[in-house]
């Protein structure tokens, strides 16, 4: 296909826009932080503190250290926070600093200041003022309980999957603030728990869990409803094959050959390839045994089965995908030479010209209620999950979103169980939106979504690269009607590159990115992420992505695309242990749920339950050597630094698991969380759905269908003062096409 050009097409959107940074290491504000550097807004992040690693968030910032006695650091501080527009605040560094009683004066005083605080747990709930780190938050979430084989313990994903889904939020929540305070002029209060953004890769297994009152099981890298679909062992390394339909099933037979035709004869369906899933896979591997990675997944990709290698840090880094796409930039063992490439991708020779008028003249903006994004008009060509999801975010912002859907509808809207005619995970993905049926295979059908797009702000799609425009709904065409319309394409691989405009599954994408290969035991096999990473995480990014441009809009007035690549997202979440590899700190196998920066840090059997306890400071370690001398346990050595901890690391950890072991954990955590230490049990989706915080965070809220309550999802974004949206049920096929379509037609007569 014709490649795009990948130089970022939002890149100015937040010219002049300051933004002042309060974050320690590598974590969700200052990944934040580094994203709306990327937008290009001037970043000044204070006395960072950042390792070899994290100092490659830096590059676009610039780094000032606070001088002078408590009194000066003060005053400096405020007065940085006077001129600023965005405060990034993990309250963490406020803290270290001892400055949190100047900084809260000084962001009461400035009513234009966007104020984002993203912690652990939030600052409201019972856990609001617990501390907690990327394994704690995956313990509390669901997420390690839905991650790893069935006969493993819970597993953490060995990507900071919470710390970057929440750097996506918070970005998304300071645009949409600022998108508003363009008309108010008023600043707002945001406040981001990461564990409110770790509960919304629950999609997947919500509505099972609703239905069954049962916990889903660990499956590993298989699919619940399909086979074969796994990870296979290949001379080389380890690949991924994903079967879906029967056609792609007799394909692999005839091409494996031997007892694998009569395989396809024995097992036709999908529910008997299901129930003899073992058989399969033991054939399936060995084949896969006796070929390398690359001939595998050259053959299969032939015939149209998808397939990937699954990629090592190493790999990723010489990806020519990752090269094509600027996702890395530099290498070596200078940290100052590292840095992240752009996330924004797009082709600023489709932007539409610049015009003169101030606004849209159909609608504008409301500062009052609904929303931030109250008054802008979203046209959603999505199906399955990433799209909707990315559209639903915006409607939870405000937007008003109209999903279009082919005359038999998104084929979610029939996946398992059925709430008023649609599946519960349809009313998930997409509740708070209109629907319209439009077959944009047909002249007719193209004309009425070209109208659609002539009233619209944002036209979202997640077909595969090019689509539209074989359908005659190219860019330059859309932009030539409307040309302030931001056009964002969410995709696997992006619109250019060796891989550019493939189609992808999210476990393929996980395994190409290296999820798998950092997540699960030194002695296991790769391992994904139980839910669906690639989906959920693209969606986040693609909904802050879009409100930056959309605000760039309302400043600059010219159309966009954006080309939003599942795989940039899950390549940058890799982005630590990429650029540790390129620096020579890259750990050389998987390593479980253990640090390579931090000890004690890992998964513990108590008597009763699995916990948690992640000491990543000195200080905590202090705090908990106390809880274990009280009880007499004898440590090794000199533990004061980190340093000397992993040195020990064996020998403290085998101390740890032994002394966790006769205890009972709700005490255990009591002694723990009373004392500072990160500490968690983890918990289940039954202990999620029940959780006080969920439910006083209002994450899992409830709507009436059928005269039943219907639990959904709610949103991380949390905005002071901010009143509840009121939450609908996803709309019925083609529900608004006398109201939609409608209109239309009427106008085009007149």
Not at 326 to 347: H, I, M, N, V, Y
Not at 558 to 586: K, T
Request: overall charge negative; proline content about 6%.
């Amino acid at each position: 296909m014709t490649a795009l050009a990948s130089t970022p097409s939002a890149a100015g959107a937040l010219e002049g826009i300051r933004v002042v940074e309060l974050a320690l290491g590598w974590s969700a504000c200052a990944l934040c932080g580094t994203l709306l550097a990327e937008l290009g807004a001037a970043v000044t992040t204070i006395d960072p503190d950042r390792d070899a690693t994290a100092a490659a968030l830096d590059a676009a910032k610039k780094r000032v250290t606070l001088t002078g006695d408590a009194r000066a650091r003060a005053s400096e501080i405020v007065a940085l926070i006077h001129e600023a527009d965005v405060v990034l605040d993990d309250r963490m560094r406020t803290e270290a600093l001892g400055l949190s009683e100047a900084v809260d004066r000084a962001i009461a005083a400035n009513p234009r200041l966007v104020h984002c605080v993203v912690t652990p747990f939030g600052r409201t709930g019972p856990l609001r003022d617990a501390p907690g780190s990327e394994l704690i938050v995956q313990a509390m979430s669901g997420v390690m309980a839905t991650t790893g084989f069935p006969d493993d313990p819970p597993t953490c994903v060995g990507v900071p999957v919470g710390e970057h889904t929440a750097s996506f939020y918070a970005g998304c929540g300071i645009v949409a603030a600022l998108y508003r305070r363009l008309e108010s002029g008023r600043g707002e209060s945001i406040d981001i728990a990461i564990h409110d953004c770790l509960l919304t890769y629950l999609a997947t297994f919500l509505p099972a869990y609703c239905q069954s009152r049962r916990n889903p099981e660990r499956i590993g890298n298989l699919h619940p409803m399909v086979a074969p679909w796994n990870s296979y062992a290949a001379q080389d390394g380890w690949v991924i094959v994903c079967v879906g339909s029967d056609k792609q099933w007799l394909a692999l037979t005839n091409l494996i050959g031997g007892d694998a035709i009569a395989l396809a004869d024995a097992y036709p369906t999908r529910e008997s390839r299901l129930r003899h899933r073992d058989e399969i896979d033991a054939t399936v591997t060995a084949w896969t045994r006796s070929r390398t990675v690359v001939e595998i997944v050259d053959a299969l990709n032939v015939l149209d089965i998808p397939a990937g290698p699954i990629q090592t840090i190493a790999d990723l880094v010489a990806d020519p995908q990752v090269a094509a796409r600027g996702l890395f930039e530099g290498s070596g063992g200078d940290a100052t030479s590292l840095r992240l490439g752009p996330l924004f991708q797009g082709a600023p020779a489709t932007r539409a010209a610049k015009t003169a008028d101030p606004l849209p003249p159909h609608r504008r903006p409301t500062s009052d209620g609904g929303g931030p994004l109250a008054g802008v008009r979203v046209i959603e060509c999505a199906a399955y999950t990433a799209g909707p999801l990315c559209a639903r975010i915006l409607a939870d912002l405000g937007a008003d979103v109209i999903k279009v859907e082919p005359p038999d509808g998104d084929p979610v809207r029939s996946l398992g169980g059925k709430i008023d005619s649609m599946s519960h995970i349809f009313h998930i993905l997409n509740h708070g939106k209109a629907s319209v049926t439009v077959d944009a295979k047909t002249a007719e059908g193209r004309t009425t979504l070209l109208a659609l797009c002539a009233d619209a702000d944002v036209l979202l799609e997640n077909l595969a690269p090019g689509v539209l425009a074989r359908w005659g709904l190219d860019v330059a065409t859309l932009h030539a009607q409307n040309p302030r319309l931001v056009y964002g394409s969410i995709n696997g691989y992006g619109w250019n590159g060796p891989m550019g405009g493939k189609r992808a599954f999210d476990t393929v994408i996980q395994a190409r990115a290296s999820v798998l290969s950092q997540t699960g035991r030194p002695d296991g096999p790769p391992t994904k992420m139980g839910a669906s990473l690639a989906d959920v995480a693209c969606a986040a990014f693609g909904a802050f992505a879009l409100v930056a441009a959309l605000y760039d809009v309302r400043r600059n007035q010219r159309g966009q695309f954006l080309d939003m690549a599942m795989f940039d997202v899950l390549a940058r979440m890799s982005a630590r242990a990429c650029l540790d590899h390129l620096g020579g700190r890259a750990p050389e196998r998987r390593i479980g749920n253990a640090s390579s920066a931090h000890a004690p840090h890992n998964l513990y059997r108590a008597k009763d339950a699995f916990i948690t306890i992640a000491v990543t400071d000195d200080a905590q370690w202090q705090r908990f050597a106390r809880i274990l001398g009280e009880d007499g346990v004898s440590l090794p050595g000199e533990l004061s630094t980190a340093r000397d901890r992993l040195s020990h690391s064996a020998l403290l950890e085998g101390a740890v698991g032994a002394w966790v072991a006769r205890q009972d954990v709700n005490r255990l955590l009591d002694r723990c969380q009373r004392t500072g230490v990160p500490a968690a049990r983890v918990l289940d989706i039954g202990d999620v759905v029940a959780h006080p915080q969920v439910r006083e965070r209002d994450m899992m809220p409830a709507i009436e269908i059928e005269d039943r309550p219907v639990l959904l999802l709610g949103s991380p974004i949390r905005f002071a003062g901010a009143r509840p949206r009121r939450l609908t049920p996803a709309p019925a096929l083609g529900a608004h096409n006398d109201s939609i379509l409608g209109a239309h037609r009427a106008l085009a007569h007149n």
